[in-house]
């Protein structure tokens, strides 16, 4: 991802194809407007939800940014990974 993106969310889940682990990188950052939610669900078939964000998440214009993750844990635990440099300015809730 080599450019800022505007983000409503992630799902990584049970649907198909099944869940898996996805990794984002590039020079690009993802702008949140308002609360936006990131659901993980392992599969029951094994598969896991994964997700690595290597970019920085920051503020959309004049908006506050907040992170929702929610983990539904019916097959075990996913994982979500923020290592960017995260800017924006809202809370981070874990469901």
Known sequence: MNTNHNIAGIFDGALAPNACPVTINGSGKWLLYGAQGFV??????????????????SDGTNMQGELVVEDTALHGPANLFLNGNNTYSGATLLG
């Not at 392992?42 to 998440?57: F, Q």
Request: no cysteine.
């Open 40 to 57: 993980l669900h392992n599969a029951s078939d094994g598969s896991l939800a994964n997700v690595t964000i290597n970019v920085p998440i």
